[in-house]
């Protein structure tokens, strides 16, 4: 089993639209849950920090749920400019490794006019 | 400097050649990170420093790879006899601290694009 799992997309939608991301996580011990955007093979950013409680930020919501070691991303009222590679990143200690992040393989968005 | 700043941009090298990669983290940064993204999107971790020492090596390939970071200079990550397998965006990331926090933000440069011919 991967040691993070999303979503396979592509996710096409309308201007307009709300679209969810789900991520699973394998390691029980990890500690710190983000979500990236990567736009057309450049770096990754920092979109959010998910915390233990949901945190939420403009249009973007993100929920995180221990015990079934998941993690969501919803965006309400899409833009074209949210077309990209969504990332869901997970930080702990795994296999001997101190604190690495371990990245899913992304969900490309399109948001289309 | 403000930002992660990497060398070259686009890297081409023909089988068996060494290719050498360079990252300078963001000023006041103690902590490097270096991923390998392939197709697919697949980002795997290779090694991180704090300062000049390896901090996390797990994800390194034990050979043909090997990465320093030497005191002011940038860092370096040096793929000896490249295979078409190591094609690949290479990312380096700094971060101010280290830990499980979720506020040790890592950033990330603009990548390296290797093509190995």
Redesign the interface.
Known sequence: RKEVEQDPGPFNVPEGATVAFNCTYSNSAS????WYR?DC??????LM???SSGNEDGRFTAQLNRASQYISLLIRDSKLSDSA?Y?CVV???S?????????G??TLLTVNP | GEEVAQTPKHLVRGEGQKAKLYCAPIKGHSYV?W?QQVL????K?LI?FQNENV??E??MPKERFSAKCLPNSPCSLEIQATKLEDSA?Y?C?SSRH?????????F????T?LTVL
């Open positions: 500690q710190s849950f983000f990567q093979r450049k770096e990754p950013k920092l920090s998910v915390y590679t990332l930080k702990g200690k296999g001997g490794s101190n604190y690495k992040l371990t990245f393989k992304g | 990170f991923y697919k999107n697949e980002f971790f991180s901090f996390d797990t994800g965006v990312f990331a280290e830990g499980g926090s979720q506020y040790n933000e890592q990330f440069g603009p990548g694009r």
